[in-house]
Nanobody, 126 residues
Framework: QGQVVESGGGLVQPGGSLRLSCAAS????????MGWFRQAPGKEREFVAA????????YYADSIKGRFTISRDNAKNTVYLQMNSLKSEDTAIYYC???????????????????WGQGTQVTVSS
C-alpha cells in the first residue's frame, strides 16, 4: 500500500531555513492535492500550506505567509515545503498529507486529507 514519508526536519536557529520533503511510494502524487500540517506540543494540529495536483493553486496559513513556500515536482513524486525566516513558534512536528481534490473553501480541513505521513520534527532554537 502506498504511503507518504516526510524528511528534512531538524534543529535550526531563529532566522534560519529548512526544506521539508514529502515523497511517496506505491502512489503517484500527481493524482493528489497535497498539504502540510503541523502540531506543536500541547496544541492541536494546524494547517500550514496546500498545493493542488498540478501545482496551479497554493494556499497558506496567515502565520507563515511570506516565509514558507509549498511546491511540488510530480516527475520526482515529491512535494516540498521551503521554510525561511524561521521562528521559535514554528517548532512542531510537520506532517505531509494527500487528498484527491483541493477546493478553495476547505483546503485547511485536515479531516479531508486521506493519507498522512509519520511526521518530521522541526525545532527552532538558539
Amino acid at each position: 500500500q502506498g504511503q507518504v514519508v516526510e524528511s528534512g526536519g531538524g534543529l535550526v536557529q531563529p532566522g534560519g531555513s529548512l526544506r521539508l520533503s514529502c515523497a511517496a511510494s506505491g502512489r503517484s502524487l500527481s493524482n493528489y492535492a497535497m498539504g502540510w500540517f503541523r502540531q506543536a506540543p500541547g496544541k492541536e494540529r494546524e494547517f500550514v500550506a496546500a498545493v493542488s495536483g498540478r501545482g496551479r493553486s497554493t494556499y497558506y496559513a496567515d502565520s507563515i505567509k511570506g516565509r514558507f513556500t509549498i511546491s511540488r515536482d510530480n516527475a520526482k513524486n515529491t512535494v516540498y515545503l521551503q521554510m525561511n525566516s524561521l521562528k521559535s513558534e514554528d517548532t512542531a512536528i510537520y506532517y505531509c498529507a494527500a487528498r484527491p481534490s483541493l477546493y478553495s473553501n476547505d483546503y485547511y480541513r485536515s479531516d479531508l486529507y486521506n493519507y498522512w505521513g509519520q511526521g518530521t520534527q522541526v525545532t527552532v532554537s538558539s
